[in-house]
């Protein structure tokens, strides 16, 4: 993997890890508001949440590169 491969798969991670904690932290703070009477754990959840699908996310996307792909002719 290149350099500059790499360079595109964090900043593809980091955008995406903070689109998907933004998500959670807000919809956190809505369900928060309005539902359950302004208690903090729906924030850390939806952060949470966002983080870990983030996490996953490009754990599979750095990992991609050391994955052998088959094609259908193959199987």
């Known amino acids: 993997m ?4 790499l360079g595109r798969k964090w900043d593809r ?5 903070a689109i998907k904690i933004g998500t ?3 919809l956190g703070v809505v369900l928060s508001v309005l ?8 924030i850390s959840l ?5 983080l870990g699908m983030a996490y996953a996310n490009c754990q599979n996307d750095l990992r991609s590169s050391y994955l052998l792909h088959r094609s259908e002719k193959e199987q």
Do not use: V
């Open 24 to 26: 959670g932290l807000g």
């Open 2 to 5: 290149s350099e500059k491969e």
């Open 35 to 42: 539902f359950f009477k302004r208690h903090t754990w729906p």
């Open 13 to 17: 991670c980091l955008a995406d890890g």
């Open 46 to 50: 939806g952060s949470g949440a966002g």
